[in-house]
């Protein structure tokens, strides 16, 4: 079965984090989660109403995929941000095409 929707994701961690970093990302990052929580509410309607296309086409739309991959993308990136994984302005690649 070959399916169109990416599966990989790659986070390119920082070498070195300032002794800064933890304490200010902790406010950087408030704004970011708040938003990743409300995306996060309507990916989970997304969700239901594309197991509802399944259940009847035996298929799920491809736009419903696309956002529920854009959201966990963007979830990702703001828990990296968070942990000091990456920089507050890092991109999240899918590896197999789709979003950049």
Do not use: H
Not at 21 to 43: D, E, H, I, Q
Request: aromatic content about 12%; proline content about 4%; charged content about 15%.
């Amino acid at each position: 079965m070959s399916s169109g929707y990416a599966r990989d994701a790659e986070v390119v961690c920082t070498e070195r984090v300032g002794r800064w970093r933890p304490m200010l990302n902790g406010l950087l990052v408030g704004p970011p989660s708040l938003w990743s929580a409300t995306l996060g509410l309507g990916a989970a309607v997304v969700a239901f109403v594309g197991w509802l296309a399944i259940l009847f086409t035996d298929r799920l739309p491809e736009r419903l995929g696309y956002y529920l991959v854009a959201v966990l993308c963007y979830q990702w990136r703001v828990r990296a941000c968070l942990y000091g994984l990456i920089r507050s302005g890092a991109k999240c690649v899918l590896l197999e095409g789709g979003l950049e």
